[in-house]
């Protein structure tokens, strides 16, 4: 093995490991919220994120105060979000709400049987196909039924990329979408998508997209 490449590799898993141990302290710190998500995670099949993940996104709902959220990905990152919402509307009167996505009846049934009742009016769950769609040189990947809101989130952990028509990885299509409809700024995080990013960097530019 080359000496930087081991020394890289394992100087990236070393600072993985404070990372989690940071979000995890951060979560912990809200009593509530990690109750309910451990109770969840004993009980759901979802691998998809982890504790950077859900810490990284609780911060962000509770920072930036979104009223309107899309997921594109049904699961764990239902219940932070929902969570964030509900202590943002106790904070300001304001109530949002996340439109979560999802393309597998099974997930998507999973994750509304374990969603603690209390987060329920903040969410509405959706199935639907995916359709391929395309802007300028970039074709990618999106939900087909995305109801009609004034999003001003976009959680990206879902679909899968890959075309049906060719089966070829392409990008998740999903914030371009939202963003090229849309009549106010749009903010978002994208989960372990790097064809994703690069695409949103190219049209974006990369001060916007990091």
Not at 8 to 14: G, P, Q
Not at 170 to 194: A, E, Q
Request: hydrophobic fraction near 35%; aromatic fraction near 10%.
């Amino acid at each position: 093995m080359n000496p930087y490449n081991f020394i890289r590799n394992k100087t990236e898993a070393v600072l993985r490991r404070i990372a989690q141990q940071q979000a995890k302290r951060m979560l912990s710190s809200h009593q509530a919220l990690w109750q309910e998500l451990q109770h969840y995670l004993e009980k759901t099949k979802s691998t998809g994120c982890g504790y950077i993940d859900y810490a990284c996104l609780y911060q962000a709902i509770r920072t930036q105060k979104p009223t309107n959220v899309l997921e594109c990905g049904t699961g764990v990152s239902t219940l932070i979000i929902a969570h964030a919402l509900m202590e943002n509307e106790r904070e300001t009167g304001i109530k949002g709400q996340v439109t979560s996505m999802e393309e597998h009846d099974e997930w998507l049934q999973m994750s509304m049987s374990l969603l603690p009742a209390q987060y329920r009016q903040y969410v509405e769950f959706r199935l639907s196909g995916i359709v391929e769609d395309k802007y300028s040189l970039f074709r990618g990947i999106r939900y087909e039924s995305i109801p009609q809101k004034e999003y001003d989130f976009v959680f990206v952990d879902g679909p899968k990329y890959r075309a049906p028509s060719d089966g070829m990885a392409t990008f998740d299509f999903d914030f371009i979408y939202i963003l090229s409809r849309s009549d106010k700024p749009v903010s978002g995080l994208v989960d372990k998508r790097l064809s994703t990013v690069f695409v949103l960097q190219q049209l974006l530019g990369p001060e916007k997209v990091t």
